[in-house]
């Protein structure tokens, strides 16, 4: 293919920021018709991943929502929580959905190219030019948006997890309640638990997940979700249809720094909620914001995360990293205290502070009180 050795916009990576940065620049009608070009490695990514996320509305993707649920529960020891989520939904998405969707709608645009291939570097030119370089080519562009993770990511804590499709062949779920967190697993020295999310009567996504500072190796995850599979649906035969993995940073810390017309965006964007490792819809905020940016030639500041929150996820990190509280007990805490809608809105960044205030009610003074004062004095 022949590539121009000048654009607009180069997207470095076509994952979830990529693709959603793509879909919102080509949903305006001025910004759709500048000169873009799309980067990656790999095209074909299959279903490597499912997203699930919260929301008040119809939202940009409803239409490859492949499964919603009104209630979540909660489990840890004999408490069992069952909370309505309204107005809230909680969705899911599959990621090849989500690729071909949006690919196929770019497809439609003669402006957009594409390449398929490793990004070697991204070098900054000047304040308004930055330069790709890839096996076999190179291109500049007026602004490079990159979600390429060129360096080891550095995080103390992360989210890890392996997940298995399984199918029955009788119905077992009840397909109308996503199993947020059932943290009666092993806890490993962290905080872990399952996450059920039932995608018919028979079939579910089983994840066990952990925060703690080191990825375990795959039997360790494989043992525990044959325990919890054994202990719930003893003897009832299922097949595993589809299996992932993830790990996902869970840091305060800046993980790269935006240079003049290079812009970090997802993961590398710092779109990640630090305390809970969802993106998703951050990701959607902050894609959305920089096409605003750019619509009003505004400086770009891909930042989505305000400070009010960042501090209270820098706090329940530093209790999690230096085991001052268990994270199931917190989780448990919260969601025993409060209506599925707070919680839902304090993790998304958008509880007032009477709202916080609640939230922090269910958690003990005596532990979170000095963990505060320490990371405000770290900062
Ligand atoms: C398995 C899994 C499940 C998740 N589930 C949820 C969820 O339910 N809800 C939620 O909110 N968040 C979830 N997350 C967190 C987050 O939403 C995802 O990690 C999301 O994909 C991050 O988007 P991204 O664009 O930053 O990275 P990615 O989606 O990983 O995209 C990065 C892209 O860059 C490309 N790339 C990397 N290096 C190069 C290179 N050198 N050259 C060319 N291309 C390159 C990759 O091929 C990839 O396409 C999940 C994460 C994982 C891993």
């Not at 109308?176 to 059932?182: E, F, G, P, Q, T």
């Not at 649906?233 to 993980?255: D, N, R, V």
Request: overall charge neutral; hydrophobic content about 40%; some cysteine.
């Amino acid at each position: 293919m022949q590539v121009q050795n000048k654009y607009d916009y180069i997207i470095a990576g076509a994952g979830c920021a990529g693709y959603s940065l793509l879909y919102h620049l080509l949903k305006d009608p001025v910004l759709s018709k500048k000169k873009i070009l799309v980067v990656d490695a790999n095209f074909n990514k299959g279903n490597d991943r499912t997203w699930c996320f919260w929301e008040d509305s119809v939202g940009p993707f409803e239409s490859i929502v492949c499964k919603k649920w009104s209630n979540i529960e909660v489990l840890k020891g004999a408490m069992h929580r069952s909370l309505p989520t309204t107005p809230f939904e909680y969705k899911m998405i599959q990621g090849i959905d989500f690729y071909q969707h949006i690919s196929a709608f770019a497809k439609g645009f003669e402006n957009v190219e594409w390449v398929a291939s490793k990004i070697l570097s991204i070098d900054s030119i000047n304040a308004n030019s930055a330069r790709v370089n890839w096996e076999g080519g190179a291109a500049n562009a007026d602004y490079v948006f990159s979600s390429i993770n060129g360096e080891r990511i550095q995080s103390t804590l992360w989210q890890h997890f392996k997940g298995i499709i399984v199918e029955f062949d009788k119905p077992v779920f009840d397909q109308h309640i996503a199993r947020l967190m059932d943290f009666n697993v092993p806890q490993m020295d962290a905080t872990a638990f399952m996450y059920l999310l039932p995608l018919t009567d028979k079939k579910a996504l089983v994840e066990y997940t952990l925060f703690s500072p080191s990825i375990l190796v795959e039997s360790k995850y494989d043992t525990v979700l044959n325990i919890y599979m054994e202990e719930h649906y003893k003897g009832q035969g299922y097949q595993i249809q589809h299996t992932e993995m993830g790990a996902i940073p869970m840091t305060s810390k800046k993980l790269t720094s935006n240079k003049a017309a290079i812009v970090s965006i997802g993961t590398m964007g710092d779109a990640v909620k630090a305390s809970t490792g969802y993106a998703f819809q951050f990701i959607q905020k902050q894609t959305q914001q920089i096409v605003s940016q750019l619509k009003f030639n505004q400086a770009l500041n891909p930042a989505v995360h305000h400070t009010r929150h960042q501090f209270y996820d820098a706090v329940l990190l530093y209790i999690l990293e230096h085991q001052k509280m268990a994270g199931d007990e917190i989780f448990a805490r919260i969601f025993k205290k409060n209506d599925a809608a707070t919680v839902f809105k304090f993790l998304s960044n958008t509880s007032n502070l009477m709202e916080d205030i609640r939230i922090m009610l269910s958690l003990p003074t005596s532990i979170f009180l000095p963990a505060a004062i320490k990371v405000v004095f770290r900062r």
